[in-house]
């Protein structure tokens, strides 16, 4: 059972568009949500991550869109660069601070054209 | 969070070890294997030395925490079906930072 559903698999966008991922989650319990990136030959790494009490986080070029009532959340890059070509995961977990079990999504490969 | 080895080929029910340690006195401790278009999921954590818990895929594998800084991964009998990309990950009890990732051990069975 999947509990947390990344959509698209893969993406490509070219260099200076908007870069938007989407995920849905089924368990309500869930009140942390981070986005992690991997680049190639590398683990994970925390790029953003939200709590359902705020609709909207954003950190530079990353924003994180939350809507509780949809189950829905989405990642939103702006300005997309060459650099952001990775994979991302969106993740879910239960607790304070989201730091025992997370729960991801199966990743989108993003590509930046230039 | 330092893994080890980076690569591992092995046969069809040989025993192994792959390790996983941490300086930053962490609490949290998980273990994660990576498939192509599966994502990451969770094989088993440890919220502190002494304590193991079965994550969404433990079958076929074993942990232990008898440091804080130490959380070995052991396939006891390894099997084709358990070769993937694995990684140990560790956070803090109280953070915002998330879980710090090591670099993976990409192991074949075969």
């Known amino acids: 059972q999947q509990q947390v559903k990344q959509s698209p698999q893969s993406l490509i966008v070219q260099k200076g568009g908007i870069s938007i991922i989407n995920c849905a989650y089924e368990n309500t319990a869930f009140d942390y949500f981070p986005w992690y990136q991997q680049f190639p030959g590398k683990g994970p790494a925390l790029l953003i991550a939200?709590?359902?009490?705020?609709s909207e986080k954003k950190e530079g070029r990353f924003t994180i869109s939350f809507n509780k009532s949809a189950k829905q959340f989405s990642l939103h890059i702006m300005d997309s660069q060459p650099g952001d070509s990775a994979t991302y995961f969106c993740a879910a977990s239960i607790g304070n601070f989201g730091n025992e079990k997370l729960t991801f999504g199966t990743g989108t490969r993003l590509t930046i054209i230039p | 969070v330092t893994q080890n080895p980076r690569y591992l080929i092995t046969v069809t029910g040989k025993k192994l070890t792959v390790t996983c340690s941490q300086n930053?006195?962490?609490?949290?401790m998980s273990w994660y294997r990576q498939d192509p278009g599966m994502g990451l999921k969770l094989i088993y954590y440890?919220?502190?030395?002494?304590?193991?818990d079965k994550g969404e895929v433990p079958n076929g594998y074993n942990v232990s925490r008898s440091t804080t800084e130490d959380f070995p991964l052991r396939l006891e009998l390894a099997a084709p079906s358990q070769t993937s990309v694995y990684f140990c990950?560790?956070?803090?009890?109280?953070?915002?930072?998330?879980?710090?990732f090591g670099s993976g051990t990409r192991l074949t069975v075969v």
């Open positions: 440890s919220v502190g030395a002494g304590i193991t």
């Open positions: 930053m006195n962490h609490e949290y």
């Open positions: 939200i709590r359902p009490d705020v």
């Open positions: 990950a560790s956070s803090a009890r109280r953070t915002n930072y998330g879980y710090t």
